[in-house]
């Protein structure tokens, strides 16, 4: 597509619900990335995606943060028993090149994610 | 010390201000570098790369200063569609890859 897609674009579940948003990044696009951003907050780092190497971990709250990237495209955040804290916007990006070095990332309008 | 530093801001500036926004980085290794807007309630947008040269581009300027390790974005004659949070990037080559930081950003409210 001509942009980064991610849905839902809003999503509201109750607590201890497991929830999974969806990325669909720009085709072509290697790397992929997932951010999750706070009401007023700077961005967070969650998991990094490049090529077929396997993805950078490390940003990742908990073990109940989860994600995969089938076939180099899609890519699917997965938050099991989901607590009030994960409310967030999540933000999917991807780049050309290797953690966008030389040409920036491109974002998705994110998912807001609302845990009551 | 955080591996990139903005100051939150906000600033408040009139149309047709000049408005300058720095931000710091403590590695030095640091390879590539980038401005980014965000709009309240939306996702970032890529602003502008920034080189080792400098770059320009309209109304916007931005500039790298290795040896005090910081990079600048300049706002000539400012609009109000300039409100925004301006956040900088910085990547680094790391044994991993490439780790990419975010500032928290920068707020500018430009006022008539």
């Known amino acids: 597509g001509a942009g980064v897609s991610q849905s839902p674009s809003n999503k509201v579940t109750e607590k201890g619900k497991d929830v999974e948003l969806r990325c669909d990044p720009i085709s072509g696009h290697t790397a992929l990335y997932w951010y999750r951003q706070s009401l007023g907050q700077g961005l967070e780092f969650l998991i990094y995606?490049?090529?077929?190497?396997?993805?950078?971990k490390s940003g990742l709250p908990s073990d109940r943060f989860s994600a995969e990237r089938t076939g180099g495209s899609v890519s699917t955040l997965t938050i099991q028993r989901t607590q009030q804290e994960d409310s967030a916007v999540y933000l999917c990006?991807?780049?050309?090149?290797?953690?966008?070095?030389?040409?920036?990332?491109?974002f998705g309008s994110g998912t807001r994610l609302t845990v009551v | 010390r955080k591996e990139v530093e903005q100051d939150p801001g906000p600033f408040n500036v009139p149309e047709g201000a000049t408005v300058a926004f720095n931000c710091t980085y403590s590695n030095s290794a640091s390879q590539s570098f980038f401005w980014y807007r965000q709009d309240c309630r939306k996702e970032p947008k890529l602003l502008m790369s920034v080189y080792s040269s400098g770059n320009e581009d309209g109304r916007f300027t931005a500039q790298l200063n290795r040896a005090s390790q910081y990079i600048s974005l300049l706002i000539r004659d400012s609009k109000l569609s300039d409100s925004a949070t301006y956040l900088c990037?910085?990547?680094?080559?790391?044994?991993?890859?490439?780790?990419?930081?975010f500032g928290a950003g920068t707020r500018l409210f430009v006022k008539a």
């Open positions: 990037v910085v990547n680094t080559r790391n044994t991993g890859g490439f780790k990419t930081i």
């Open positions: 995606f490049q090529g077929n190497s396997a993805p950078d």
């Open positions: 990006a991807s780049s050309l090149d290797k953690a966008g070095t030389n040409y920036g990332y491109t």
